[in-house]
């Protein structure tokens, strides 16, 4: 051979082995796998060899080939129990279920050379240590996979299908993802599982379904886990966990599923770490505990409290499970270990010294000592600290107590009790906002004052103090009931319950409905809807209906069904503004705040549909006397939909007047006409009429022989609503025309023309 090619073919040789083959086992000799005969081809198995082992009879096999030898793809066709020497495999594990299932024991130690798969058989033991070495072990097998041996190294194990269970105990240091039973101690290992079971230890641990119990991860119908324990590092329960390795569920579901007993045994989890819960909470009563045991379900080990609750269990929350009544706390144990507390619970009852600073989270400011928790019923007595500060996050509290001038301030209060106070003479500061989950009442005191957002979700909300004020944001529904001597409000908010009772609005709740006694300050009170007894704008404490200030007040509907309380002052008047129907059904009392001598119309009802009835007593035109003046009422006053009064003198003589026009439409820019007439019976009314658009004036004009007439060319394309009103003299009362209708369309257009 030329001496130059021999070089080449060595290198070749050493580049490219041999081409790997698939070996058969024949086990004709014996059953080792050092002997070539067992093998068809005769050899031992070189490194990149497929080895095939077909269901020629129940297999025995020793593998006495040397430690940590490397092998390929493997592939059983029957029965098969790997006894020998470790291996290294670089190849899949696949098993041929055909005629009948296959099960398949190990008992070597198994190292992975590469990323391969263990595919399904009737079932997989594993007895031998399993080194992951840094790659990826996917288990895809048809029934679920046994581990007993340790597993070892860092990578990944990925559980497909019915799940793995890890009987052993071992250093493993990577991830577990898939569904898993752990019966032994990886506190190493990252789990992240949908259906993560077992009584072992482990390290962090995401799951979206999670029993403690030794349990197959793939279940059995009618099968269910034992009572037992998970040790975890830091925990999470969320519906993030319920995804199968990763794949898109749309409608995830985090589950906690617990066993109790009337033994006080129940499931648990000891978490070294962060306890984080967005999940559902599955209790299954074994045995019907009594009244007053307690089950913690979670030990958190960690002095960071608990993250989250599950799903419609707040703290302090109350539920049935069958005829077992529980209560759950994610406050227990020492102070953050999620418990389970059997019956009813009975609110102790914290009494507040304030000893050590205004902090409710101060155990030294509290007798007994110790921070409240959910449900407790706390008292502030006299003569102890007056300024408290609720620093506890998503408190719920019983009932509250307080006989001295407290101040509350700080974080968002939940009341499932009512407010209480010792006496008539106690005056109430609360900064904090608050949110009633349940029919609260806030009982006598001689003041209270609500500065922060107070939230009704959908509840009632009784208020019987002397004088209470709520100048904080009011959401939600449900009712207000304001009794006593009623309820000041004040700043705006979209509450869209109802208010009855007592009341001063001076904010604006545009949503809500006031039903009751009724008062506001000028210009800032507005509603949805208005059904008051008594209806006083300005008043300014809703205790007294003779408290005369002027206001306004704004709504979407009114209804006055007893009486309208209106104060005329020279400088304005009570009035209300509403833009839907009104309907009058009640008396007008009218009370003068100063000497009202103008003869100018007194708008106090501001309309813009017709008005529904009248007052009692006061049909259209009716004049009354408040004191030694007189009035005139119209219920079609300003742009024809107000309720307007006017000062007239004794001798004065009725008119009425009408109103036409030259045509019924005009083009752009075009000058129209309209005239007023002006008649009484005694005599030719003198004076000025106002000619109105839609509430706005155009123009006026004097009367000449009664006759009044305005020239317009300013009118906007469109209709426009036109009404004359007069507006009196020494001798003649004030009047207002009927309404017409004149449209104005753009130039070219064609038009009617009426006749004067």
Known sequence: MNRRVLPVVLAFLIAFPALAITRTWTGVESNRWSNPANWSPQGTPAPADSLRFPAIAPLNMNNDLPAGTVVGPMSFEGD??????????????????SPEAISFVSNVDLTLGASITFYGSIGHTY?????????????????????RGPIRGTGKVLIIGTGLNVVGSGSFSGTIDGRVNVVGSYPNATIRSARFSGNGTVGPVTAGLLYPGDAPPTPSSGSEPAIGTIQTGSLAITPAGAAENGANNSNPKGRYLIEVQASGVSDQLRVRGTVTLDATLEILVRSIPANGQSFEIIDNDGTDPVSGTFTGLSEGAIFTVGSTT?????????????????????????????????????ATNWSPAGAPVAGDALLFPAGARLSTTNDLSGFVAGPLTFNDDYTLSGNALTLKGDLQFGGSSVDFVCNAPLLVRGSIRIQQAGSARFTGAIDLASNDLTIATRKTSISGAISGTGEILAQGEGLSVSGDGPFSGRFRGRLDLNGNYPNATVDGLLGGTSGAGSSAAIAATTLSPGTSDPCCADA???????????????????????????RVKVTGPVSLDGLLDVSLA????SERPITIIDGNQPINGTFR???????????????????????????????VGAEKFTTTISLTQDVESSQMGQEVTFTARVVSTSGTPNGTVTFVDGGITIGTAVLQNGVAELMTSSLLEGPHTIVATYGGSETFAASASAPITHERIPAGASRRRAMR
């Open 326 to 362: 529980f209560s759950i706390t994610y406050k227990g144990g020492d102070g953050n270990d999620v418990v389970l507390n059997v019956g009813t619970p009975q609110p102790t009852t914290k009494t507040w010294t304030g000893a050590t600073s205004a902090n409710w989270s101060e």
């Open 548 to 574: 005369h200030r002027i206001g306004v007040l704004e709504t979407k509907w009114l209804s006055i069904i007893d009486k309208y309380v209106v104060d005329l002052a020279p400088n304005g008047s009570d």
């Open 617 to 647: 007593g006061l049909p259209e035109g009716s004049v009354f006397y408040v004191g030694d003046a007189k009035f005139r009422i119209t219920y079609v006053g300003g742009d024809g939909y107000d309720v307007v009064l006017t000062r």
């Open 127 to 147: 007895n031998g240590a399993l080194d992951v070495n840094g790659k990826t072990l996917t288990f895809n097998p048809a029934y679920a996979t046994v581990i």
């Open 594 to 597: 100063g000497d009202v001598t």
């Open 80 to 97: 098969t129990v790997l006894n020998g020497n470790p291996l290294t495999l670089t190849g899949n594990l696949s098993f041929t279920s």
